[in-house]
């Protein structure tokens, strides 16, 4: 993504947010669109793919502190007309920058570093920056959700920016060489006067790159950069939960010049499992059991992410009762491990056998009714709820 994408498009409607939105705001929308404009939901939907792009692009801009300010900077100097040639000339555009060509800023200065030149006091050029940080990059993994309690390693592919392998980054065709801009003197940028006040631009004999490519790379096409496939190993830690967003340091786009990459952003999402939930870090389970098993107690075979285990159910226990199983939960960061709660849940039988009924009904009958004398009072005559 170039800086000139920067000006072209609103991030912020993109996102469907306003301007004044902040960074959890920010987020939020974005998790929402990212959910439902994946390529996974949406299957051979063209249009809902270039839209993923599209809010994965405005989202690494806007939830990043310091390319958003930049990026608001940028749009509000353009928008205000603060580029002028002169009274009686036209506004400043933005294709004045690149020449209305292609952007062949990646071997050079970027944009960014001229725009500071602009209002570096006059001076004249400063030159080429020096190295740069690679950008960080946004990326979302489905995990099932035992491979979410226990981690898992997982292959991911990544297509983004990088420097091209044929010319290096020079934009030149192999055995050739950039030559110095005859009109910058390899500056890339060119300074006027106004009266009592004067201004650099960039060059637009090279677009403000420095050097013109005589002879392109049949790779790149004078661009020196080009999209990649990365393949990636990833470790997702044990005990991520669905929404979570881990930072691989180093993993993101390439520096430039020789500078720091950036980082990767992995966002997890959980498939939900057919017996299990999660409550913070404890796992939840329900188990059925009869009516005498509650009354009399019993022993019960549960299954856990770890193997089988044996609950005791103390005779007399209610319905809704939980049951706790220490450290049979999920793994935490710190050490140890939470809990596997159990929940008790009585089962009526819609049927029953001659038998059955039978013996149900002499257990009535000796055990009598349920207390509930207080209900009866409340319900005899004259004692029904007070009038308002």
């Avoid at 499992?273 to 098993?293: C, H, Q, Y």
């Amino acid at each position: 993504m170039s800086s000139k994408d920067w000006l072209e498009k609103d991030f912020y409607q993109v996102l469907g947010v306003p301007k004044t939105a902040s960074t959890s705001e920010i987020k939020k929308a974005y998790r929402k669109l990212a959910r439902d404009l994946h390529p996974d939901h949406n299957p051979g939907n063209t249009e809902a793919e270039n839209r993923f792009k599209e809010v994965s692009e405005a989202y690494q801009v806007l939830a990043d502190e310091g390319k958003r300010k930049e990026y608001d900077e940028m749009r509000s100097l353009f928008g205000s007309g603060a580029f002028r040639r002169g009274a009686q000339q036209a506004p400043f555009d933005v294709s004045d920058l690149f020449g209305g060509g292609e952007d062949r800023r990646f071997g050079g200065a970027s944009f960014s570093d001229l725009f500071s030149s602009i209002f570096s006091g006059g001076g004249g050029a400063t030159g080429r920056a020096g190295p740069a940080r690679g950008r960080d990059v946004e990326a979302e993994v489905t995990l099932d959700f035992s491979d979410a309690v226990h981690g898992a390693t997982l292959p991911l592919t990544l297509r983004a920016p990088g420097v091209c392998d044929t010319c290096h980054g020079s934009g030149a065709k192999p055995g050739t060489q950039p030559r110095t801009c005859p009109q910058c003197h390899g500056s890339g940028l060119i300074t006027r006067n106004q009266g009592s006040f004067s201004f650099s631009e960039p060059c637009r004999e090279c677009q403000g790159v420095g050097t013109i490519v005589e002879e392109r790379c049949p790779e790149c096409q004078g661009t020196g950069g080009v999209t990649k496939t990365r393949r990636l190993t990833v470790r997702i830690p044990p005990g991520v939960a669905d929404g979570q967003r881990i930072r691989l340091a180093g993993r993101g786009e390439p520096g430039v010049r020789g500078g720091p990459p950036g980082n990767l952003y992995v966002h997890v999402r959980v498939r939900p499992d057919d017996l299990f939930g999660r409550s913070g870090d404890n796992l939840t389970l329900t188990v059925p059991v009869t009516f005498a098993e509650a009354v009399l107690g019993t022993d019960l075979r549960v299954p856990t992410l770890d193997g089988p285990v044996t609950v005791r159910v103390t005779p007399g226990t209610p319905p809704g009762r939980t049951l706790r199983v220490r450290g049979r939960g999920v793994p935490r960061r710190e050490g140890g491990a939470g809990d596997l709660l159990v929940t008790v849940e009585v089962v009526v039988p819609e049927q029953l056998s001659k038998e059955a009924r039978a013996a149900l009904e002499s257990f009535a009958e000796a055990t009598g009714p349920a207390p509930r004398l207080h209900l009866e009072e409340r319900s005899a005559p004259g004692k029904g709820a007070p009038r308002g």
